[in-house]
């Protein structure tokens, strides 16, 4: 029997754990309200952090290696906060649009407590994730928005967490006919459970499954599909179950070593940059591009289409991959890169003690904090880079953090980190208008 009415109800750690496995049975997971939904996806942060370590032990006894670079994984965290900001200004459109079908235009009414509601909505959840998947890879404005997820050249549990933020808003609508019968509060479970499984599948440290290799995406199978090898290429669309793809020919097994990424790699790590660059080169594109039919073909088809070729271009375009392809790693000075990631800890600090009192703040400090932390992931994607005007974007940010802390709209998750805090954005502003003065004196130097 499912949860009884009420407010949400916080999942056990056990419970929690198995959610991130899609491994609660109907028993543990069926509720009569959305209402009574637990957030499984925010409760699970503490899984993620401790997964993520536990790959980064494997892969060093097992290859004597990280399985990531941390400008990579600073990047795929920062999209990942940033994807999920929204969320905390606006009810997801997912939830709202299937509701309001519900609500108005539903046929009949399933049982929310019945198992087989429950089975059919995991199907249905995973076939309707299949086609937009499936569609975000053959569909040049919706490869607009997934792409981000495809950036990282690295795979590893931190690329799960790389989203995108436009994403949730062209992908809501291939839910809708499970709306004329399935209730809210299970689908509303069950799309968090197949996002939550995608996951641990963002690994290079556990190899083929076995006979679960016929019926589940597991870590093999998402590899092809994030690889750009021309092998690998719009392959293995699937969330939970791989059968659809096995259905509708887009299975392929793994075979030559992957090499991850996109066939035109963005070099970057600005999460900002990431979101809409490939929005502007679809932008410039469209004007380029004559005729109006050919127009809206740069919309509607695939990304490597152009005119005269068929939808989704033409395979041999496909750049060949060697195997000597070298990441996208601009060398920094390595201080950059371990300043970068202290501040990034303490900016998750801040992302969860919003997520924890977000009810009890004013919209005005909701939105500067929110403002703040885009600021601080822009800056870190410079930083990364070594771009000349970091330097400058972190002073400003380090004296506003200073002066909205003192003010009290900051507020650190750990109430006895406050004042190392303060210590330590005050050394930082004044490191950077240090370097920022010897910038300028060198330049004159030069000059003179």
Known sequence: MGAEAGGPRDPAPGQQLRALFYALPPAESSFRTVEEVPDYVEKSIPFFITFIGLEFAVSWIQKRKLPGRINDGISSLSLGILSRLPDILFRSIELISYIYVWNNYRLFELPWDSPWTWYLTLLGVDFAYYCFHRMSHEVNILWAAHQVHHSSEDYNLFTALRQSVLQKYTSWMFNLPMALLIPPSVFAVHLQFNLLYQFWIHTEVINKLGP??????????????????????????????IIWDRMFGTFEAEDAKVVYGLTHPVNSFDPIMLQLRPLAHIWNTFWATPGFCNKLSVIFKGPGWGPGKPRLGLPEEIPVVTGKEVPFNPRVPAYLNYYALVHFAVIVDLYIELL?????????????????????????????????????????????????????????????????????????????????????????????
């Open 212 to 241: 679960l290799e016929w019926i589940l995406n597991t870590p093999s199978h998402h590899r092809v599909h994030h690889g750009r090898n021309p092998y690998c290429i719009d392959k293995n669309y699937g969330g939970t179950l």
């Open 356 to 448: 924890a009192s977000m009810t009890m703040l004013s919209q005005g400090t909701v939105l500067m904090r929110i403002g703040f932390i885009i600021l601080s992931l822009a800056s870190f994607g410079l930083l990364m880079e070594n771009k000349s005007k970091a330097g400058i974007l972190e002073i400003i940010r380090c004296l506003v953090f200073i002066g909205v802390y003192k003010l009290g709209y900051f507020r650190s998750h750990f109430s006895f980190l406050g004042y190392a805090y303060e210590v330590l954005f005050s050394l930082c502003a004044a490191f950077w208008a240090i370097q920022m003065m010897k910038r300028i004196t060198s330049f004159k130097d030069k000059h003179h």
